[in-house]
C-alpha cells in the first residue's frame, strides 16, 4: 500500500521531541497520559500535514471510500529495550522509559476522532499492546504466534470489539518480508449473492475464543451462535475456525462456504510494515490477516513488534459503553 503521508525528517524529529517530553506513563496513569497528548494538540503541536491526513481517513471512512491507510516515517523510541518472548508486556513496562509510540498512537486517535478501547483483564487492561511473539503461544492461532495468521477480526468472539485497529512498526527487520493484509468488508460483501448474505445474517455460526482470551479468563468455554454478517458490510469471522452451529439448517454451511470462496477471490491490499510505519483499518467492517512470504533469520522474525492500539468508530461509540467502563477508566471494558 502506499502512504498516504510521509513525515518528513523534521516533522518527526520535532513530534517525537515533544511526546518524549510527555511525563505521565499510559500503563501507570492511562488518563493523564491522554490529557497531556490533548494538551499537546491543542497548543498546536501536531504539524499541520499531519492534521490533514487524519481528516483525508475520516473523510474515507465515511463516505466508504477507503477502510485502510498507511502513514510513513512517523516517530518511534530511539532506544527500545530487548523485551524477550518470555513475556514482551511486562519486559517492556519494566525497561522502556519513553513513550513516543503509544504517545503517537494516542495522538493519532485523538486528530482522527477515534477513543482509544482496552480490555481490563487483558495485558492488564493497557490501551497500547505489543504485537510480539510469545513463546508459549508459538505456533498457535493468535497474533503472537510468530508465523502467519489467518483473515480474521480481532476479538471475534467478544461482545465489545473495537471499530478500528491500528499497528505501529517499532522493530521490523529489514530482510523479512511479512505481510499485513487486509480486504474490505463492502468489497467481500459485494462478492456474495443477496440469499447468501440473508443467510449470513442468521445467528447460524458460532466462533471459539481465542487462546489468550481463555488463558486470562477461564469462564470463556462456552460460546453463542452469531450471525457472519450485520450492517451493511460488518462481519464476525475467524478464517478455518468460524463454523456452523450444531443445529443450523444446511443453507447456513452453504453460506459458510461461498464467504470462503469470496474471501479468495476478492480483491486484497497488502502492506510490509518497516520501522515509523503506521497502518490503521477497519476491524469489524473488514479482515485482516498476516503472510510470512520470506524470513531469513527465523530467531530474528521472533523480535518483530509491532505496537497496536483498538479504536471505537466515534465518541458516541465510546459513550454507548460508558456503564461498562472498569475502574471508571474510559474507554477500559470488560471482556
Not at 100 to 105: N, Q
Not at 141 to 155: L, S
Not at 216 to 221: G, R
Not at 250 to 273: I, Q, S, W
Request: hydrophobic share 40%.
Amino acid at each position: 500500500m502506499d502512504a498516504l503521508l510521509a513525515l518528513t525528517d523534521s516533522e518527526r524529529s520535532q513530534l517525537a521531541e515533544k511526546l518524549k517530553n510527555i511525563d505521565a506513563s499510559p500503563y501507570d496513569d492511562y488518563p493523564s497520559f491522554r490529557n497531556l497528548v490533548s494538551g499537546l494538540i491543542a497548543d498546536g503541536g501536531v504539524p499541520a500535514r499531519l492534521m490533514r491526513a487524519a481528516e483525508k481517513i475520516r473523510s474515507d471512512r465515511s463516505g466508504g471510500v477507503a477502510e485502510a491507510h498507511v502513514l510513513s516515517n512517523c516517530p518511534v523510541d530511539e532506544d527500545l529495550p530487548d523485551v524477550g518472548n518470555d513475556d514482551p508486556s511486562a519486559e517492556k513496562k519494566k525497561r522502556k522509559t519513553t513513550f513516543v509510540g503509544e504517545g503517537f498512537l494516542e495522538l493519532l486517535g485523538q486528530i482522527t476522532r477515534t477513543p482509544l478501547l482496552s480490555y481490563a483483564n487483558r495485558f492488564g487492561g493497557d490501551f497500547f499492546i505489543d504485537v510480539i511473539a510469545i513463546n508459549k503461544y508459538l505456533g498457535m492461532q493468535t497474533g503472537y504466534n510468530g508465523g502467519e495468521v489467518v483473515f480474521h477480526n480481532d476479538r471475534t468472539a467478544h461482545p465489545v470489539r473495537a471499530d478500528y485497529i491500528t499497528l505501529l512498526g517499532m522493530r521490523c527487520p529489514d530482510h523479512d518480508l511479512v505481510y499485513t493484509g487486509f480486504v474490505s468488508g463492502r468489497r467481500l460483501v459485494a462478492e456474495l449473492s443477496p440469499q447468501t448474505r440473508q443467510v449470513l445474517r442468521k445467528p447460524y455460526y458460532v466462533t471459539p475464543f481465542d487462546v489468550v482470551s481463555k488463558d486470562v479468563n477461564a469462564a470463556l468455554d462456552s460460546v453463542s451462535a452469531h450471525p457472519i454478517l450485520s450492517g451493511r458490510s460488518a462481519l464476525r469471522y475467524l478464517d478455518t475456525h468460524t463454523t456452523t452451529a450444531a443445529d443450523a439448517p444446511v443453507e447456513a454451511k452453504d453460506a459458510l462456504l461461498a464467504l470462503k470462496n469470496a474471501l479468495t477471490r476478492v480483491p486484497k491490499e497488502r502492506h510490509r510494515m518497516k520501522e515509523g510505519d503506521v497502518l490503521t483499518f477497519a476491524n469489524q467492517n473488514g479482515l485482516h490477516n498476516r503472510e510470512q512470504i520470506e524470513i531469513s533469520d527465523a530467531q530474528k522474525a521472533l523480535g518483530r513488534w509491532l505496537l497496536k492500539t483498538y479504536a471505537f468508530a466515534d465518541q458516541a461509540s465510546a459513550d454507548a459503553h460508558r456503564d461498562a467502563w472498569i475502574d471508571g477508566v474510559p474507554g477500559r471494558v470488560g471482556d
